[in-house]
C-alpha cells in the first residue's frame, strides 16, 4: 500500500549510517522507500531500501521482502520509459563479501539503453566501484562527484510525479 507524504511525517529516513532527506525521497510504501542516488552510475540510477535498517537481506520479514521487491518492480516500471530506456538492471549485494558498503538492505535499479556500456555486465563492476566510492566519501579531485542536494531534490520531485495516481 502507498502511503501519502504529511507534514507530520519524519522528514527522514536512515540508510545505514547515512541520513535520506524526504526531499530525495520520491516513492514510500508500508515497508520500504525509493530515493534518487547520490552516485548514479547511469541517469535514472535509483535506490529502494527497506525502513527499517537492516543489514542483510535474510534480516527482512517475509513481508518487508515483499514489499520491496513489489516497489522495485513498481519503480521500474515508471522510470524505464520515463529515461526512455529499454532494460533494468535491478541489482543487490548482500554482504560486504557480496560488495555491500552500506549496511542496509537496498536494491539498484539502472534504466538500461544500447552501449551505456561496452560490455553490458560491465555495469557490476560500476556499481561495486561507486559502492567503494561512496564509503570512502571521495576527495575534491575524484572522476565522479557527488550530486548536489538540489540536483537530487528536483529529480527526485520529477519522479514523484510519475507515482501521483
Known sequence: MLQTFSKEE???FMFGPYRISSGEIFLKTTHS???VNLRPVVPGNVLVCSKRVVPRFVDLTDEEVI???TTAKRVGAKIEPHYGAGSLTFGIQDGVYAGQTVPHVHVHILPRKEGDFEILDEVYDELDRKERE????LDAEAERKDRDREEMVAEAAE???LFEE
Not at 561512496?134 to 566519501?137: F, G, V, Y
Open 10 to 12: 519524519v522528514d527522514y
Open 33 to 35: 522507500f525509493a530515493f
Open 134 to 137: 561512496l564509503k570512502k566519501r
Open 67 to 69: 514489499d520491496l521487491w
Open 159 to 161: 519522479l514523484r510525479k
